[in-house]
């Protein structure tokens, strides 16, 4: 039987295979030999946003016998098992230089993909003997320093078999930061499934690989975070089957007004449609809206008062489905033009009737439709509703 997994577990991936750090076109030209700025004073703790019970960490460290009494602006919030701990994110650029110097623990031994926003490479931390894949930006505009930030955080606290551990967060001594990040090695699902030698081949195992991604995205909602930019390209199996979510840059808090759900008002379908390496289509463009043209749900072009929510990202994944079961997203076989318009009608009319002829099980085509329904209200209520129903038609096959 030919494997559907990598069969070197220590080759290097190659460019199509790690898509795994967000990339914003914002900025292409590298900045050399900035000046080195003082680390600031860090920022006043700002006090607990929620009226659950709040420990002080020096509290907690003072009652382990033996273990110095230390302050500390860290704060442990308590809240349900269910929910987990909010997720707390201030993009403040200052905390790029709280441990300048740090970068020097690394050896950058080559480059692994190149994006708009900024280079990612492979390296060995010196402490600890590891490889790791380290992520340079180009610019140092604020702006792209704060998204940057907050993918760090975001994905930092996003602690999951299914996401990327991130390891570091600091900048280099000309001034550009960087995040370091586990080097995962592996394929893309979108290079995976491209290589089946038949659409409906083996498509229990892509099922189950299906849930990983939907119990992944499930966890992040019940963080209060949504992924915006669900897409084959952005999950990634290891050689040993491991299935995780990548690219978090583009994530929003949903608690955080702050955090942008459309740029520019939603009359203008001003897209930037430059590459992005390593992949030349299917790329996340920023302009009007956030996302992947083709992948993302039409609300999140629409704009207007319409909030995006969990639901945005369960046409994503529905996307993805649709992938799996006809070998295509759901907006396709056009011009980059037609597809985004079709993408903000919602127009699903070729998408719903490839499913149709796929000779998939009723009940997974019924799924996909249901997901990338136009109306969000007609879509599951969040990923871990598409979760239970991906894990029971699974449990009904045994």
Excluded at 9 to 16: F, G
Excluded at 126 to 143: E, Q, W
Excluded at 213 to 224: D, I, K, L, P
Excluded at 271 to 298: K, V
């Amino acid at each position: 039987m030919k494997s559907k997994f990598p069969s070197d577990s220590s080759e290097l991936p190659s460019s199509d295979c790690l898509d795994f750090i967000s990339v914003l076109s914002l900025e292409t030209s590298p900045v050399q030999g900035l000046p080195v700025p003082s680390p600031p004073t860090p920022p006043e703790p700002k006090g607990p946003t929620s009226k659950t019970e709040v420990l002080m960490a020096d509290e907690i460290l003072q009652n382990l016998e033996g273990f110095p009494a230390a302050r500390t602006n860290h704060r442990t919030v308590h809240t349900s098992e269910e929910k987990g701990d909010p997720l707390v994110v201030r993009a403040n650029v200052e905390v790029l230089n709280y441990q300048r110097g740090a970068a020097d623990r690394y050896e950058l031994r080559g480059e692994i993909a190149r994006g708009g926003m900024g280079v990612v490479l492979r390296a060995r931390d010196t402490v600890l003997g590891r490889d790791v894949a380290i992520k340079i930006l180009y610019s140092t505009d604020a702006r792209t320093e704060a998204r940057f930030v907050q993918e760090a955080q975001i994905t930092g606290q996003l602690q999951h078999p299914g996401t990327i551990p991130v390891y570091d967060l600091g900048r280099f001594p000309d001034g550009r930061a960087f995040l370091a990040m586990k080097l995962v090695r592996g394929k893309t699902l979108d290079r995976l499934l491209g290589e089946r030698p038949a659409v409906g081949h083996e498509i229990h195992h892509w099922i189950q690989v299906f849930e990983q991604v939907c119990q992944t995205v499930a966890y992040a909602h019940s963080r209060g975070v949504i992924h915006r930019d669900l897409k084959p390209q952005n999950v990634i199996v290891s050689a040993f089957g491991q299935v995780r979510v990548l690219d978090w840059g583009l994530a929003k808090i949903l608690s955080d007004p702050d955090t942008p759900t459309v740029e520019v008002p939603s009359d203008t379908l001003d897209i930037d449609t430059s590459p992005i390496a390593p992949i030349a289509e299917n790329i996340t463009h920023h302009g009007t809206a956030l996302g992947t043209p083709g992948f993302m749900a039409p609300e999140q072009i629409q704009g207007g008062p319409r909030r995006v929510d969990e639901r945005a990202d369960v046409f994503g994944l529905g996307a993805i489905l649709c992938v799996i079961l006809t070998g295509e997203p759901p907006f396709a076989d056009a011009s980059q033009s037609v597809i985004l318009q079709r993408n903000r009608e919602g127009d699903v009319t070729d998408a719903l009737a490839r499913l149709d002829e796929c000779r998939a099980d009723a009940e997974l085509v019924a799924l996909a439709k249901r997901c990338l329904a136009p109306d969000p209200v007609a879509r599951p209520r969040d990923a871990r509703e598409l979760m239970f129903a991906v894990t029971n038609y699974r449990a009904a096959q045994l």
